[in-house]
């Protein structure tokens, strides 16, 4: 059986508990084929106990197709601003976001990220403008994100996003259109 991204496994007292496998999907650990493992602990990327409602706050992907990674520069694709996240993977602590626009440093923006956040929404001083913008979280190195809407005429948002550059976020969006498809039938 497959795992998927960001699953959660409730337990009883309103613990939970997150398990990923290195192959994606989930381990039986009464029966482990020969030499597959070396120990219990090897199978498992992150097991990280958390309480009902705590948000993950360490990953390695954004949580949606719409959450922008403002730590890796490359093309975003969008519908509308408003349906936009701007998503950092690492939030143990606060960092402040810079967005500027690249052409004359002049900053945009300045978006605060508590400690325990790692998502914060699109900030409405930015209208819904595709194009290019500088980003820089706290101390880190700065990126350049490409902003791209997609057409509300677009029937295939999915080669439009490629076409565009989106490839990862096409790939995924693909993934949620068929699980979708999948669930209708």
Known sequence: MKLLPRTTLYL??????????ASGTIINNQYTPEGFYQNDA???????????????????????????DVTQSGDFCYR???????????????????????????????????SDRNEKTWPDRIINQPGEYQMTLGNGEPTTITLHQIPTYEADEVTWMRYQGCTQQAERLQQENQMVNAGSI
Request: charged share 30%; glycine share 2%; net charge negative.
């Open 42 to 68: 090897e199978c498992f990327i992150k097991v990280r106990p958390r309480r009902r409602g705590e948000e993950e706050t360490n990953t390695s992907t954004p949580p949606s197709v719409w959450a922008l």
């Open 12 to 21: 009883a007292l309103g613990f939970s508990s997150a398990i990923a496998s």
């Open 80 to 114: 509308t601003l408003d349906k936009v996240m701007l998503w950092r993977p690492d939030a143990s602590e606060a960092a402040d976001l810079s967005i500027k626009e690249p052409a004359t440093q002049e900053e945009l923006v300045n978006v605060p990220f508590r």
